[in-house]
């Protein structure tokens, strides 16, 4: 058996938080998924918004992908003990700001636990959500519903705006950014 063969009971409920003694995130199921998952490159982005004080806030995540073009949506996971979700969760607004391969230090910031949003070159919605400056991309959201997903809240949300300056995206691979690159044809 390899190091990332991952042998989960098909009964194994590893998304079951009703199951938690069996599912930490230090058990060894928990240790090889993570290993498993590490290994897939992901694109990097800073999900922001704004507390109900009107405050920004962001943290840097990576598990966001497209859920259905009509309506417009897309889902992220979320930390459900995530200081910065607990925040912006009430407004049901956020902005996730795809980030470029010059972005790592910005990635970097916003991953840090409990910090306040970083000194960042940054500009509001009209609705007081900080959108990042110079990134690949920005998706304005409205959170449509919040599921449970074991330690992490699935977040679908409708798509209310983009805007798309292009380029490749920064990514995220085995605990390092890496920068994509396209694949040269003959
Ligand atoms: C590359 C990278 C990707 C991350 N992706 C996610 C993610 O998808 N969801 C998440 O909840 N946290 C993710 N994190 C962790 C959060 O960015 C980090 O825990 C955050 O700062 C939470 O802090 P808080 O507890 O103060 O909210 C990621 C961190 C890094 C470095």
């Given at each position: 058996m390899s190091e990332l063969?991952?042998?989960?009971?098909?009964?194994?409920?590893v998304m079951d938080s009703a199951r938690p003694a069996h599912t930490g995130a230090g058990t060894e199921e928990a240790r090889r998924f993570r290993a498993l998952m590490r290994e897939i490159a992901q694109p990097v982005a800073v999900l922001t918004g704004r507390d109900e004080r009107g405050a920004p806030w962001g943290l840097t995540v990576t598990s966001f992908t497209s859920v259905s073009m009509a309506p417009p949506s897309i889902v992220v996971c979320l930390g459900s003990?995530?200081?910065?979700?607990?925040?912006?969760?009430?407004?049901?607004?956020?902005?996730?700001?795809?980030?470029?391969?010059?972005?790592?230090?910005?990635?970097?910031s916003f991953a840090a636990p409990g910090a306040p949003f970083p000194g960042v070159?940054?500009?509001?919605?009209?609705?007081?959500?900080?959108?990042?400056?110079?990134?690949?991309?920005?998706?304005?959201?409205?959170?449509?519903s919040v599921l449970p997903g074991g330690d992490h809240d699935v977040v679908l949300a409708r798509v209310t705006r983009v805007r798309l300056d292009g380029?490749?995206?920064l990514t995220y691979r085995d605990g390092e950014y890496v920068a994509a690159e396209p694949i040269e044809v003959p």
């Open positions: 063969d991952l042998e989960l009971s098909p009964t194994h409920p003990r995530s200081r910065t979700w607990s925040r912006i969760r009430p407004t049901g607004r956020f902005v996730l700001n795809v980030l470029g391969p010059a972005q790592r230090a910005v990635a970097e070159p940054h500009r509001y919605t009209i609705d007081g959500i900080p959108v990042l400056a110079g990134t690949v991309a920005a998706v304005r959201c409205a959170t449509s380029g490749l995206p």
